[in-house]
């Protein structure tokens, strides 16, 4: 199966430094919407794997979480497509759990959903966290120069790292080669 692996605040969707705390603040970076949903009529499977640790900061509720990721999927689906499996990470930094990247935790527990290995998929971030988590369980890690994704080019990249400006170009390299 050809599945893509998302993370979501910066690659999605804007991001703040102030977090996204609310659908109102959630708004899709301009040709996002329309990638996902054109790879999902390619055949493509696109899973998101995302950090929010807001939740445990008390900044919003699973359920506006939730309505976060209704609203993606709605307006993916108006444009005909479908959002795969979306997993996040709802705890502190300092809590210690498996699934907050740096950690492949969220990575696993999507390739564990569809049966596939993970080595070789690519998985698309703009934090250099999201990157490592790539690497530690073989996936390609993908940088996107959106949200914290030009800050983190400052930063070693893992080695093999793919830059690429935008969801929108990384969905034209994968439809179209
Ligand atoms: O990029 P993804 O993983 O989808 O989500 C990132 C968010 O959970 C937030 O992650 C926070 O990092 P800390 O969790 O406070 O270290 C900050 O970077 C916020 O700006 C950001 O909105
Ligand atoms: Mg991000
Ligand atoms: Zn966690």
């Known amino acids: 199966m050809k599945l893509l692996i998302l993370d979501r605040d910066g690659v999605i969707n804007h991001d703040s430094d102030a977090y996204i705390k609310s659908v109102e603040e959630w708004l899709p970076i301009p040709g996002s919407i329309e ?3 054109q790879l999902s009529k ?3 499977t696109v899973a998101v794997a995302t950090n929010q640790s807001g939740i445990a900061r008390g900044y919003y509720e699973l359920a506006v979480l939730d309505a976060m990721h209704q609203r993606l999927r709605d307006l993916v ?3 005909g497509g479908e959002v795969g499996l979306i997993v996040y990470c709802p705890h502190g930094p300092d809590e210690g759990c498996d699934c907050r990247k740096p950690k492949p935790g969220m990575l696993k527990t999507i390739a564990a959903h569809y049966g ?4 070789g998929v690519w ?7 999201d990157l490592e988590a790539a690497k530690a369980v073989d996936c390609q890690p993908v940088l996107v120069k959106t949200g914290k994704g030009e800050k983190t ?5 893992p080695v093999g790292t793919l830059i690429f400006d935008d969801l929108a170009a990384i ?3 994968l ?3």
């Open 42 to 44: 390619a055949g493509w």
């Open 116 to 119: 596939i290995a993970l080595s």
């Open 123 to 129: 998985f698309v971030g703009d934090s250099l966290g």
């Open 153 to 157: 080019l400052g930063k070693t990249l």
């Open 77 to 79: 689906a108006e444009q």
């Open 175 to 177: 439809i179209h080669n």
């Open 35 to 37: 990638a996902i949903a």
């Open 171 to 173: 969905a034209a390299e």
